[in-house]
């Protein structure tokens, strides 16, 4: 058995709820404008889950997308790997069962995974070494999140900018698709910073009680100005690890994690990397969190615009705190 198949991605898929909410839709709830939100941001408008729609729809609805494009049946699917911080439950169970189950992927292992903004980055490693290893032909690996349900409407910093939204991409040997080639994949955390992006309350260390939810500290809450310093620094480390010993010319996109458009213009200023390959959607998606880099890649899929031979960059970087990145040759 060989243990480095090299391993290319022979679909992807991407679903976003049709609720649209634009800036103006948040000054009912804080002191805020859409004038601030698209300065600072970038951001113009987002899509939010609507009542009758949970996380694993969006899931379902990529999953299905990216098998369709790859021409993969369901029941050829042997594992199915879900970056998310924002399933249908606490965890349990894990909301790549559901998928597993309504995709009718009869034949598939299936668990999701939690680095939060880098889920995508994470889940895509994990699930290139099953096919590296030559056990596993068919992976589906799916990022993406329903955070909207878990935002405290209160937190100016991180109601505003974070939305709903999944990508997906199916990974097989490279031998067999003939495309999206991974070269490689780094990833990294720092756990020191665990506490600027976080529920602080209602997991296992303190249980949800009734002062828990009148407070709404098991919501999430982001230290926006503190994480902001760290994001540049890292997606500009990330970057400059992807184009080492690579040519500009040679790169067709730059796909970064859609956090803050400054955050994306200041990373890739810093390595001369032309403002026109990095791969901006902020403005219409907001930022869905493990779901950026996929929904990114699969709407530039869509559009004929991954060029054959071309590198495309993937980097993302989030709660944890944990980054990763990945060069792909199309
Ligand atoms: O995806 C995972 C990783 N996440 C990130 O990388 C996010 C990184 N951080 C950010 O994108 C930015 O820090 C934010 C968009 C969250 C905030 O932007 P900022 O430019 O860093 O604002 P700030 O927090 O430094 O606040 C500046 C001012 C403050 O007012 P004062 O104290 O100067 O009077 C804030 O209270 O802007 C105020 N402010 C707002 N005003 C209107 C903060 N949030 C808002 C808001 N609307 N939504």
């Not at 098998?67 to 439950?89: F, M, N, Q």
């Not at 955050?263 to 907001?286: D, M, Q, W």
């Amino acid at each position: 058995m060989t243990h480095n198949l090299p391993v290319g991605i022979a679909g992807l898929g991407h679903a976003v709820p049709d609720r649209v909410l634009d800036n103006d839709w948040f000054t009912q709830f804080i002191d805020t404008s859409d004038e601030w939100i698209r300065q600072r941001t970038g951001i113009v408008e987002r899509r939010w889950l609507s009542e009758d729609e949970t996380t694993s729809d969006l899931f379902i609805r990529a999953g299905q997308m990216a098998l369709d494009r790859a021409g993969v049946k369901p029941e050829e699917v042997d594992l199915i790997v879900v970056g998310t911080v924002s399933g249908d439950y606490l965890a349990c169970p894990a909301s790549a069962c559901i998928v597993q189950d309504k995709l009718g992927c009869t034949n598939a292992a299936a668990f999701d995974l939690a680095a939060a903004c880098t889920g995508f980055l994470y889940s895509l490693q994990v699930a290139r070494q099953f096919i590296m290893t030559g056990t596993h032909k068919n992976v589906l690996v799916i990022g993406g999140e329903g955070l909207s349900r878990l935002l405290d409407m209160n937190d100016r910093n991180s109601v505003v900018i974070f939305a709903d939204g999944a990508g997906a991409a199916v990974l097989q040997p490279h031998e067999t698709c003939q495309q999206g080639l991974i070269e490689d994949i780094t990833l990294g955390a720092d756990g020191a910073g665990y506490h600027f992006i976080i529920r602080p309350k209602g997991g296992a260390k303190e249980p949800v009680t009734p002062e828990i939810l009148a407070e709404g500290t098991h919501l999430l809450r982001m230290k926006g100005r503190e994480v902001y310093r760290f994001a540049v620094d890292r997606m500009s480390e990330l970057m400059a690890w992807a184009m080492e010993g690579q040519d500009v010319e040679d790169v067709g996109w730059v796909f970064p994690h859609q956090m803050n458009r400054r955050i994306l213009e200041t990373a890739s200023g810093k390595l001369n990397i032309p403002n026109e390959k990095v791969y901006i959607n902020i403005h219409r998606f907001g930022n869905t969190s493990a779901g950026t880099v996929p929904i990114c890649l699969s709407e530039a899929y869509g559009n004929g615009e991954l060029e054959k031979g071309k590198l495309q960059i993937l980097a993302a970087f989030g709660a944890g705190l944990t980054w990763g990145a990945a060069r792909v040759r199309w």
